[in-house]
């Protein structure tokens, strides 16, 4: 992962070679010998590069151009532990030498030191491997913000964007720990553990924990959402929608709220109310998928065909490939066989069918 | 619009003309409530060995079957048991299942008239198992129309088909009828296929698979491999010769060319075009809906007539599967049980042979959320016109409280009174969880309310008898003469409420086949039977609470 950046960082230094082989202040059997590796270098020799750059530092031990490309041709030959030693000589040589700075934050952050990478990467502002050492110290804060500012740079990079999950999760924790150690009885330390156990299906644990924060506090926005969609998974609808109803009430814009609670009652069989609060829930949030999907079943089961219609049709141009696509497409092809319309009943079968095959359903 | 106005406006009209046959049903039917009070009866002392083992071979998990016949015509209803069979941990290769041992034994227990049974196994010769049978499900029907009732016996392994001497005891004809099948069957069924007066014979298979073929599932704990873990398998269906034999006809009647993962099977004529049509509940896969095209041939029908998938498009574990009509339109609905957080599935049967699924309009949505069901019912337990359903419920994973909490292995069993369309549980008269599996349906104790027996792994079977109330029923019993002389396949209408003859349904279990109806506050009946040879009779004026036989007229 980090390797994307280091090569990154080993182009940039191929660039500079390519002025550099004529760097004044060689004498020109070092020269010869740099420009020997350099050619070595392209070649991908990189066994040969690093014995010619050796060659150079051995001739001109005080100056640090060989150094850094003893040091590159190390990095690019994957010797990371053996790239350290000539690259910190060269910033003895030269303490503020940019590149010396990020192949040196670049290797001990692949050797895992990454406290020791972090000042050198800062001197370069190198802020995507900053944050990735960052993590690694457990700095979730400015991880979450170098990643942010180098996912700027590259906005669809995987490597940052994995990263960047990493060190989001790690702050959430870190905020949610400083949470229970502030006050460990209160609401929102009860939510913070029921939500843990949601996540991890101790449902019964989850109930306890959002009944005690609920206690506390029951006016908290969201916590009877929360506590709904742990009934909601364990299939106790009639809680569920006490629930739901209550987020709704205390939330009344709240459009997951009404699509829950709109959800929840069809499940039920109470195919009305359910109709009626999703689409509340579609004028609250228009082009919510799920709330279309529950709406056009809600709507089919009240005999409303053409409102049935119009909804998986809109699921269908939202998702086009997903599974609930699919499902949609199964939908439709139910209501049309139901209206006599073979043909387009037929249609939505392959339909339903290729995207079956195309999300590996089948 | 206007085909759905046409359509709600219909459906109106037809509800009103079924109000109007049933009359005091849907005006004025007294709510009387089902009150079943669990028992074991003296005499009924079996223990269904299962034999768990910590290899978790996967048929520990699945028998065993249980039927209601009147092997001896008495008049009473005797009971008969599959028993699983022993294995030995660690398994030798093969394993015979110990079935030689009385432990492993299937059993037949008589009724007698003080309500008490008598094991009757031995002596009815039916204490032979065979070698290498692991014991499943049980199907009933008078195959050579002698009048006795004959039992088949699926097994993994080979099953087998035991003919009713008439004289008390039974004789193993499995060699001669050549049906015995192989592999891992589960649950059976008799019915007339082709409408010429004899009972076939159609087994579901669950998968290709022997217990050296079991492999550890599992990530957590070891558990039982889902199907999917090995290939699929096709049913049998058996034609019946006349002659004591049978000939396997899965191949050239279509039956054959789907592979599925089959566990229950129930029979109706779907599409009223006066032949039996098959549903095959799959576990994991689509359900088959093998459509009877009349020649002999059949058609898997189950996507076109949308039975085969959830609502959602999403595969069922299918499991037990009963075929009859729970809403009184005149057409058999199907309900399927399957696993938690897929709804017990309501597929209702909207004419024109397209089904809908209804499982959250008829509220199965909120009794079916965390629960497991095997075999079921959709019997009229309250006589009030409506059927209701009973399901026998457990977990198939007897370790599954360590993957999710909110899961249980064992589990009461589920009574849902139907109001009108809508299920909504009742008392089952047992909140004793246990590991559920077979059921079967019928009036044991000829009250005219109908009981239940199930089985549990590792347990004695659960008598629920019903403890009745004061609205009227009637019960007929069919006999056949130019149909088959159960009247499998026969359509069934008793003031509005329709039933269609068989005793397959449930999981692995074969019911009391005659047909119950719930009168409700009415004291006389109209009665129309369309026999599977085509000839349709009336009766009118029937009195209520009676056992009735209906003989099949020689002529139209």
Redesign the interface.
């Known amino acids: 992962m980090i390797y994307t950046k280091m090569i990154q960082a080993l182009l940039a230094l191929f660039l500079l070679a390519q002025t550099s082989t004529t760097a004044p202040g060689l004498s020109p059997q070092a020269t010869q010998h740099l420009q020997a590796g350099v050619d070595a270098e392209r070649q991908r020799d990189f066994e040969t590069a690093i014995a010619e750059f050796r060659k150079v530092t051995e001739l001109e031990p005080a100056a640090p151009t060989g150094f850094v490309r003893l040091g590159n041709a190390y990095m690019e030959n994957h010797q990371y532990g053996e790239a350290v030693p000539p690259l910190k000589t060269a910033l003895e040589q030269d303490p503020i030498l940019p590149i010396a700075h990020q192949l040196l934050g670049y290797a001990l952050l692949a050797q895992g030191y990454a406290a020791e990478a972090i000042p050198h990467l800062e001197k370069v502002g190198e802020v995507g491997a900053l944050g990735i050492a960052q993590i690694q110290t457990g700095q979730a804060s400015d991880a979450v913000s170098n990643l942010q500012a180098a996912l700027m740079k590259s906005p669809k990079d995987p490597d940052l964007l994995f990263y960047l999950s990493q060190a989001s999760e790690m702050l959430s924790q870190q905020s949610l720990d400083a949470l229970t150690a502030a006050d460990p009885k209160s609401s929102r330390t009860h939510q913070v553990r029921a939500h843990s156990y949601y996540v991890s299906h101790q449902f019964p644990e989850a109930e306890k924990e959002y009944e005690e924060a609920l206690t506390l506090r029951p006016d908290v926005p969201g916590l009877h959402l929360e506590l709904g969609e742990v009934y909601a998974a364990t299939s106790q609808w009639v809680k569920a929608e006490e629930e739901f109803l209550a987020e709704t009430r205390l939330q009344p814009g709240n459009a997951e709220a009404a699509f829950r609670l709109g959800d929840a009652r069809l499940q039920e069989g109470k195919t009305k109310e359910a109709l009626k609060e999703l689409e509340r829930a579609d004028l609250l949030r228009p082009d919510m998928s799920d709330t279309l999907y529950s709406l056009g079943k809600a709507a089919l089961l009240a005999g409303d065909s053409a409102s049935a219609e119009r909804a998986f049709t809109r699921v269908i141009a939202l998702e086009k490939e997903s599974a609930l696509a699919a499902q949609a497409h199964y939908a439709l092809a139910g209501l049309y066989r139901k209206q006599d319309k073979v043909q387009e009943a037929e249609r939505e079968m392959q339909q339903f069918h290729r995207l079956q095959d195309h999300n590996g359903q089948r | 619009?206007i085909?759905?106005r046409r359509?709600?406006v219909s459906k109106a009209l037809r509800v009103l003309a079924l109000c109007l046959s049933m009359a005091t049903v849907c005006l004025s039917a007294p709510s009387a409530a089902p009150v079943f009070h669990t028992t074991l009866p003296s005499g009924l002392d079996f223990t269904l060995q299962n034999s768990p083992t910590s290899f978790k071979f996967l048929i520990e998990t699945m028998p065993g079957g249980v039927a209601f016949l009147d092997y001896n015509n008495d008049g009473l209803l005797d009971i008969f048991l599959v028993n699983g069979g022993r294995i030995a941990s660690p398994t030798p290769e093969p394993d015979d299942f110990d079935r030689h041992d009385p432990r492993y034994w299937n059993r037949l227990y008589r009724q007698n008239r003080d309500g008490t049974f008598t094991d009757v196994t031995k002596q009815a010769g039916l204490a032979n198992v065979g070698d290498g049978n692991y014991g499943m499900g049980v199907a009933v029907g008078d195959y050579d129309n002698d009048g006795y009732p004959d039992i088949y016996v699926t097994n993994f392994g080979k099953n087998i088909l035991y003919h009713n001497n008439g004289d008390g005891t039974f004789t193993d004809v499995t060699a001669k009828a050549g049906v015995a099948g192989g592999g891992w069957s589960v649950s059976a069924g008799f019915l007339d296929y082709d409408n010429d007066g004899k009972l076939d014979l159609f087994v579901t298979r669950y998968l290709d698979w022997e217990m050296k073929l079991n492999k550890p599932c599992g990530v957590v704990t070891r558990q039982y491999c889902p199907p999917g873990e090995f290939p699929r398998v096709s049913n049998i269906l058996y034609h019946n010769r006349g002659d004591g034999t049978f000939e396997d006809v899965s191949v050239k009647s279509g039956i054959a060319g789907k592979k599925g993962n089959g566990l229950g099977v129930a029979f109706a004529d779907y599409d009223g075009d006066g032949f039996t049509d098959i549903f095959v509940s799959n576990d994991v896969v689509e359900q088959f809906l093998f459509h009877n095209n009349g020649d002999g041939t059949f058609t898997e029908q189950g996507?076109?007539a949308?039975v085969a998938?959830t609502?959602?498009?999403?595969k069922l574990s299918g499991m037990g599967v009963v075929f009859q009509d729970y809403d009184n339109d005149g057409r058999p609905d199907i309900v399927v049980t399957e696993l938690?957080?897929q709804l017990q599935t309501v597929f209702h049967n909207?004419g024109?042979g397209?089904f809908?699924?209804?499982s959250?309009?008829?509220?199965l949505?909120?009794l079916?959320?965390?629960t497991s069901g095997w075999g079921l019912g959709l019997e009229d337990f309250d006589n009030d016109g409506w059927k209701d359903l009973f399901i026998v419920q457990s977990h198939v994973m007897d370790n599954v409280e360590k993957l999710?909490?909110?899961l249980h292995y064992l589990e009461p069993p589920l009574l849902a009174l139907n109001h009108h369309g809508?299920f909504e549980q009742a008392d089952a008269g047992s909140t004793t969880p246990i590991a559920g599996r077979g059921a079967a349906f019928g009036d044991l104790n000829n009250d005219g309310w109908i009981d239940v027996v199930t089985t549990q792994l590792g347990g004695h079977p659960q008598v629920f008898l019903n403890n009745g109330g004061k609205v009227h029923w009637l019960t007929i019993t069919l006999r056949g003469t130019r149909s088959n002389r159960d009247g499998f396949g026969a359509r069934v209408q008793v003031n509005g409420q329709t039933r269609f003859a068989t005793a397959a349904g449930s999981y692995l279990s074969s019911n009391d086949k005659r047909l119950h109806f719930g009168l409700g506050s009415a004291e006389t009946a109209r009665i129309e039977v369309a026999w599977p040879s085509g000839i349709h009779q009336t009766l009118i004026n029937i009195p209520s609470d009676r056992f009735l036989e209906i003989l099949e007229p020689a002529e139209p």
């Open positions: 619009m085909t759905d359509e709600r996507l076109e949308g998938l609502a959602d498009g999403k938690p957080h909207d024109h397209v809908s699924d209804q959250l309009q008829t509220g949505g909120v079916s959320g965390t999710d909490s909110s809508r």
